[in-house]
């Protein structure tokens, strides 16, 4: 089965430092891959995502992930954070199951904490 | 216009109550999805339908029934509440299936007393 792990919980970091979220998944078919961001009481929304092509993918709000398939991994990357982008992060992978359909996992989430 | 829409937004009822949660979505997505949030954020898939077709139906209790009346609607139905189904139910659409990403709704926090 399909498994998606973030591997921390918790991420605390000080505005304008850098931060990155790691996402690894288990799949080694062809897979599809998506980083969604929860702000408090709201539901997910799509922050970026990998369905094909160049393997770097960007947000508009300045943060990027790389699909390494070598090391099927996604990770989040953003250079230099805001206190607005504390939130909840989570990882998303789709591959195809038997019987044909993408079914989606997400890993457990990244709680990210930005300091003044 | 919102496009994923979810009613009610807040649901308190007592252990061994039915309720109803709503969704729509006016995006002409052809997949709609319900996840259930625990308290520490855990997200998990519960079901999905594609063309009103049920196409996921993850390990949920059978007193959990999804209908989906038309392509734009998709509503979990709930027997005999229990304390543990206290959490935050979010309704899903997407396009081409888990191949594009997912609109989701605001979410229905459900407490069960």
């Known amino acids: 089965a399909q498994s998606v792990t973030q591997l921390d919980s918790q991420v605390p970091v000080f505005e304008e430092a850098p931060v990155e979220l790691r996402c690894n998944y288990s799949?080694?078919?062809?897979?599809?891959l998506f980083w969604y961001v929860q702000y408090p009481n709201q539901g997910l929304q799509l922050l970026l995502k990998?369905?094909?092509?160049?393997?770097l993918v960007e947000s508009i709000n300045g943060f990027e992930a790389e699909f390494n398939k070598s090391q099927t991994s996604f990770h989040l990357r953003k250079p230099s954070v805001h206190i607005s982008d504390t939130a909840e992060y989570f990882c998303?992978?789709?591959?195809?199951?038997?019987?044909?359909?993408?079914?989606?996992?997400f890993g457990r989430g990244t709680s990210l904490i930005v300091h003044p | 216009d919102t496009a994923v829409s979810q009613t009610p937004k807040y649901l308190v009822t007592q252990m061994g109550n039915d309720k109803s949660i709503k969704c729509e979505q006016n995006?002409?997505?052809?997949?709609m999805y319900w996840y259930k949030q625990d308290s520490k954020k855990f997200l998990k898939i519960m079901f999905s339908?594609?063309?009103?077709?049920?196409?996921i139906n993850e390990t949920v209790p059978n007193r959990f029934s999804p209908k989906s009346p038309d392509k734009a609607h998709l509503n979990l139905h709930i027997n005999s509440l229990e304390l543990g189904d206290s959490a935050v139910y979010f309704c899903?659409?997407?396009?081409?299936?888990?191949?594009?990403?997912?609109?989701f709704g605001p979410g229905t926090r459900l407490t069960v007393l």
């Open positions: 998303a992978v789709s591959d195809k199951r038997t019987g044909g359909s993408y079914i989606p996992t």
């Open positions: 339908y594609n063309n009103k077709e049920l196409i």
């Open positions: 899903a659409s997407s396009h081409r299936q888990g191949r594009n990403e997912q609109f």
């Open positions: 990998y369905l094909s092509g160049s393997t």
């Open positions: 995006l002409g997505h052809d997949t």
């Open positions: 799949s080694s078919v062809s897979v599809y």
